[in-house]
């Protein structure tokens, strides 16, 4: 899978190192791209929301989403969850009080369970396991 297919696609599935590789990276260049437009804007307008820079960081913001939407759902399907539920973790992240349990729930989850052996519903093993159990192996 290439990572044009990684980062815009809803399609497939993610290892655990693809979706910590592509989520801090996302990160970093949200960080990057923040403290250029925040040094940039001071003459601009600053954090006044009819500003030209804050239009630009809010767009820039948004673009950003589909990406992180993109992995979290391929590493969901890696898990054999349906894309829904990153959905679901990114909302009730929000949600006061609840939201850090259901952020944790979503964090060993996603990044730190091991996906689905062998296919499953949404598609190929990442890893090239194929559907040939343990016992068969060593049998």
């Given at each position: 899978?290439?990572?044009?297919?990684?980062l815009?696609?809803?399609?497939?599935?993610?290892?655990?190192?693809?979706?910590?590789?592509?989520?801090?990276?996302?990160?970093?260049?949200i960080?990057?791209?923040?403290?250029?437009?925040?040094?940039?804007?001071?003459?601009?307008?600053?954090?006044?929301?009819?500003?030209p820079?804050?239009?630009?960081?809010?767009?820039?913001?948004?673009?950003?989403?589909?990406?992180?939407?993109?992995?979290?759902?391929?590493?969901?399907?890696?898990?054999?969850?349906?894309?829904?539920?990153?959905?679901?973790?990114?909302?009730?992240?929000a949600?006061?009080y609840?939201?850090?349990?259901?952020?944790?729930?979503?964090?060993?989850e996603?990044?730190?369970?091991?996906g689905?052996?062998?296919?499953?519903?949404?598609?190929?093993?990442?890893?090239g396991?194929?559907?040939?159990q343990?016992?068969?192996?060593?049998?």
């Amino acid at each position: 899978m290439t990572w044009q297919n990684k980062l815009f696609s809803f399609q497939g599935r993610v290892t655990r190192k693809d979706y910590w590789l592509y989520h801090l990276g996302l990160i970093l260049g949200i960080v990057a791209l923040s403290i250029g437009i925040g040094l940039v804007s001071t003459g601009l307008g600053g954090r006044d929301p009819e500003s030209p820079a804050f239009v630009v960081a809010a767009v820039a913001f948004l673009i950003c989403l589909w990406p992180f939407w993109a992995v979290g759902v391929k590493r969901c399907h890696d898990r054999g969850k349906s894309g829904w539920w990153y959905l679901g973790w990114s909302v009730g992240g929000a949600i006061p009080y609840v939201g850090f349990l259901i952020s944790l729930w979503a964090l060993v989850e996603l990044g730190f369970l091991d996906g689905t052996q062998g296919a499953n519903e949404y598609g190929p093993s990442p890893k090239g396991i194929g559907d040939t159990q343990v016992a068969d192996v060593f049998s």
